[in-house]
């Protein structure tokens, strides 16, 4: 059974940094990317960043130069540093991860993140 756990969320004001962590457990399969989602209220989820088993990186325009994704290979976990966080930030953020046999696609619980004075 794959379980992603996603954490470090919380409150932070405009101009702050957020790190969220998503570590993975039990996963068979090749990893063809793992990415991190948000979806705020009213809204539909979105893709932040991505990335592939190569190493290639994509980013939201809006998060661009801001956010940075990485992985940790040893501690099966993939990071979303974030920083000069705006209230548009504001969502719930969930880690997704794509095998690359049967393309199958995992996610987490998602941890909130809030960027408010």
């Known amino acids: 059974q794959v379980q992603l756990v996603e954490s470090g969320g919380g409150l932070v004001q405009p101009g702050g940094s957020l790190r969220l962590s998503c570590a993975v457990s039990?996963?068979?399969?090749?990893?063809?990317?793992m990415d991190w989602y948000r979806q705020a209220p009213g809204k539909e989820r979105e893709l932040v960043a991505a990335?592939?088993?190569?190493?290639?990186?994509n980013y939201q325009d809006s998060v661009k130069g801001r956010f940075t994704i990485s992985r940790d290979n040893a501690k099966n976990t993939v990071y979303l540093q974030m920083n000069s966080l705006k209230p548009e930030d504001t969502a719930v953020y969930y880690c997704?991860?794509?095998?690359?046999?049967?393309?199958?696609?995992?996610w987490g619980q998602g941890t909130q993140v809030t960027v408010s004075s």
């Open positions: 990335l592939t088993s190569g190493g290639r990186t």
């Open positions: 997704n991860l794509v095998t690359i046999v049967a393309g199958l696609s995992y």
């Open positions: 039990g996963s068979r399969f090749s990893i063809k990317s």
